[in-house]
């Protein structure tokens, strides 16, 4: 039974890849970290004897604290967050219960670099329709939440990623982007190891949409007519992904929990 200042592996998988996701810091020991360098989804790797430094950047942030074990690093933590006026709570079994129970867990070997703010930095081509979006939001939900991204003339992705430290993706050569039959989510979704069946599930309806084979999913439409509209709702590319983020939410959200509910008309009378 977990305290009241705990959350348990349960509780907080509902949470990951959903707008209402905490803040999640780990400080697990450096020897833990080369054992297995795989983190939780969005998870900030921070150094627990420093929290007193980089504790203001939680302010109004509800967060989980993990340590490899949910012991008393991860609960110092946490406990000194919360008397410096922040939402703090603990992963019960931390890192290893997580990973014992077959949780999603991002694979770092291609993450790039974060600047000086935790961030990293993406770039790619103007104008967003499917994949363009569909990437951001993937790494926003599931892999750096402070994630930043320049889109600029297709011409200049290159140029602005090596002057700028930011990664190009769904730009033909580089290496996230399309491969075979697959979309740039798809390569994003291996590369990352984030599998799991409602990520797949998805995965196909944005590459229906993305390369025009709407026999995909039935989906892959109605994904695709209101990406346009969005484009054609907006003349900058910011805004627009800031408004399509709540559109692959919900996408998410159906295909983890409710592919197989049904809607009709008329509704059931009373008897």
């Given at each position: 039974m ?7 592996v349960?509780q ?8 209402d ?9 450096p020897?833990?970290?080369a ?5 939780i989804p969005c998870?900030?790797?921070?150094d627990?004897?420093?929290v007193a ?12 604290v993990?340590?490899?074990r ?8 946490a406990a ?6 922040i939402e ?6 931390g890192?290893?219960a997580?990973?014992d129970?077959?949780?999603l867990?991002?694979?770092p070997d291609?993450?790039p ?9 993406w770039?790619?081509r103007?104008r967003?329709?499917?994949?363009r ?14 994630a ?10 290159a140029?602005?990623?090596e002057r700028?430290?930011a990664t190009?993706?769904?730009?033909e050569g580089?290496?996230?982007s399309?491969r075979g ?8 979704l291996?590369e ?8 797949r599930?998805?995965?196909?309806i ?14 892959c439409?109605?994904?695709l ?9 907006y003349r900058?590319?910011?805004?627009q992904l800031?408004a399509?983020m709540?559109l692959y ?7 983890r ?7 009709n ?7």
């Amino acid at each position: 039974m977990p305290s009241v200042t705990e959350i348990t592996v349960a509780q907080l998988s509902r949470l990951v890849g959903t707008p209402d996701a905490p803040a999640v810091i780990d400080v697990r020991v450096p020897d833990h970290r080369a054992e297995d360098p795989r983190f939780i989804p969005c998870a900030v790797l921070r150094d627990a004897q420093a929290v007193a430094s980089w504790a203001p950047s939680l302010a109004g942030r509800r967060t989980v604290v993990i340590c490899e074990r949910g012991l008393k690093l991860s609960h110092g933590v946490a406990a000194w967050l919360r008397a410096a006026g922040i939402e703090a709570e603990t992963l019960e079994g931390g890192h290893a219960a997580w990973r014992d129970a077959g949780q999603l867990l991002v694979t770092p070997d291609r993450l790039p670099a974060r600047d000086d703010q935790a961030r990293t930095r993406w770039t790619t081509r103007a104008r967003p329709k499917v994949d363009r979006i569909a990437c951001p939001w993937l790494i926003r939900r599931f892999v750096d939440a402070g994630a930043l991204f320049l889109f600029v003339p297709a011409a200049e992705v290159a140029g602005v990623g090596e002057r700028f430290q930011a990664t190009p993706f769904d730009v033909e050569g580089e290496f996230f982007s399309h491969r075979g039959e697959c979309c740039t989510f798809d390569t994003m979704l291996d590369e990352f190891g984030l599998q799991s069946d409602s990520l797949r599930r998805l995965a196909l309806i944005v590459r229906g949409a993305d390369t025009a084979r709407m026999d995909l999913a039935p989906e892959c439409g109605g994904l695709l007519a209101a990406s346009l509209g969005y484009s054609r709702m907006y003349r900058e590319d910011l805004p627009q992904l800031d408004a399509a983020m709540g559109l692959y939410d919900a996408l998410y959200r159906w295909c983890r929990d409710a592919t197989d509910e049904t809607h009709n008309w008329p509704a059931a009378k009373p008897a």
